[in-house]
Every structure is written in structure tokens, then in C-alpha cells.
């Protein structure tokens, strides 16, 4: 009975065509696919946006040039310049980049800034609604904690409203080193936040934390529409998870800080001495967070990138529809390259019929290409 489910699943996996069918199917391998702008060195490049039809471009904070390219052609259309970190495309298809002290430029693909204004907290990510109207992924920072917020701004008048926030208090992360006083701090493991405003089509944009198996959906105008609770089951910390927690922070602190090393090395303390510590000190809460990313397909079905007690290089993904029905389960395959579904940077971006999305192979950045 076994080999009849499992031949019934390979079965369905080799013949799916739609990203329903896929997810329904259980299994995901990215093989196969195509590789764009293969003559670049996209090595400091971390975000994708589409722009309109064919059109995507590719960017990064440390990136040289910005790359304006078709996906049909392969062809660089435009490359300039750019101040700041990028944060999304405007309605009018101008690049957005913030700097530390919150000046926001939006610029055309000349290269030259278009618009100009001011925002007084950092910003991740940016979904337009239209010319001037905007939902903000963005955060500002007190002496004790982080406060993510997503808000919903007129880039002309600079009128906003908060639609909803969320205070990170592991500010300075899960353990910290003070040079002056020569110690260790530690706080809580597994307890940094993060906010993710994904838009489910032209009309619905979806707001949702890690901390929590709900999500609200607003309309263009800021209304709550309604709420999802996902099924999801978040994992128990047990005593493998702390223990592996403890060794990655024992394998950063002795082998990559060399302020930390250095300075525990010349007073003889030894692991052991600061394994101690962290047992004493070091605090868990009862569960892992609900997920690490969220991502939004072209139909509007909604991947939840969970944690899982696997090791190996597959990632797991929650599917639903935009209607909150659960697609299934789906193991993510990566080929013959390393990928991280992280939220860090814009990696990842949907197409018409694909998944666009940058990755390591043989320590060389492409820009990969998945056909559903």
C-alpha cells in the first residue's frame, strides 16, 4: 500500500503543470532550469523586481550597477547607479533606494532621481498602490528593542498610517559581546521578529509575522478586510535544539570573532567556561517561531517557509490558496547549487509561468530560472 502512495505521489509530482498541481503533489525539485545574464558577476546582487512584461531588474547594496534586463531576450536594457539600499519599485516604475538618515530616492532607469523625500525610519520593502500611495515594511529602534511596523504612506503629502506593529525586544540579538566590560550578555533564543507585507493580487495585500499562525488582508485603501489563521504547527524546543544552539554560538564565538576568541584565549577560558554560561543564562521559549519566510506566488497562493527537524538541503513550505485552503505540504529540491529561502533580501520573485531566483554554484551568484 505503501509503494502504491508513493508511486501515486512520484506519479502526480512528474506530470504537474500548474504551481497547485506541485504543491498538492508534495514535491518541488528546481532542476532544469534556465540561467540569465550569465556573463555578469552577480556576486553582490540580493534583490529582484519585476517591472513590467518581460522586464525584471536585479540589484544589491554592494552591487555596481543596477540591472534593468528582459527575461526573454536575456538583453540589458538599462544599468545605472544608484545611492542607498533599494527597496522596491514605485508605480510608476521608479527605484526606491533609503539611507541611514532616511532620505528616500526614487530613481528612472537613466539613472537620474526623479523624486525626492524623507522617512524617519528604515524601510525593507515597499508594495505601491498607486502614483502616490504606498504599504512600508519598516522599523525603528529604541535603547531596548525594535519595533517593526507596517504602514501605509502618501509619498507626496507624507500622510501615514500604522496598520499594524511589532516590538522585537531580543534588540542586540540573541547574545551579545561588550568589548568595554569584557563579557558575554545572552537574552532569548529564537525570539527576533519579523513582519512580512506581500500583496495576494491587485486589490489585497497580506500582512503577517513570524510570531503568529494569523494574518490580516488589507484592500488598496488600508481597510482590514479580513483575517487567516493558517494551519500550522510550530516545533517544540527540545534538548537537541538547545544543544545545537549552543554549538553554533560556540562555533562563532571560537572560530570566527576574533575580538571574542582573542580575548577568551588570553584569559584561558576555555568552551566549557562559556557553554556553562549559556545554560545558566541563555533562555528558550516553548515553540520555534511559526516560520522564517512567506512568499506569494503569481495566483495569489500563499508558501510559508517553516522550520523542520531535518538537516538536510530540502526546505518545507506550507501551501495555501488566497482563500486560506490548504494546498499541502511541499518539499522544495534544490539542483546542484546552494539557495537560502530567507528573508533576507528580495531573492525570490515570481513570473507569469516561473520562479526567478538567485543562488550559489560553484561559488559563483546566477540568476536561475524555474518553469512551471
Known sequence: MKKMILLLVLVISLFATTPEEIYKSGEMKLDNCVIHLSGKDLENYNKIYHVEGSEYLITGRKADKVLVFDIQTDEILHSFEVKGDA?????????????VAGNIRM????GKVKR????DYGVFNMIPLDKDNVILEGFTTTQSSIKYVAMLRNLETQKEQELESLYDKSFGGTWSYLVQEKKFVFNTAYSS?????????ENNILVANNMSKNANVYDNKGKKIKTLEFRLDPIKIDDKIKDDYYKNILEVVYRNDDITRNWYENNELSEEDLLSKMKNELKFPEYMPYMYNLLVDMNGNILIFTYTMDDSREFYAFAFNKNNEFLGKVKIFPDDYEMNFSRVGMRFVFTENSLLFLATENDKTKLFEYKF
Request: charged letters at 25%; hydrophobic letters at 35%; proline letters at 0%.
Open 87 to 99: 527597496f522596491g519599485l514605485t508605480y510608476d516604475k521608479l527605484l526606491a533606494t533609503s539611507d
Open 116 to 119: 525626492k523625500t524623507v522617512i
Open 193 to 201: 521578529c519579523n513582519l512580512y507585507i506581500r500583496k495576494i493580487d
Open 107 to 110: 530613481y528612472g532607469f537613466d
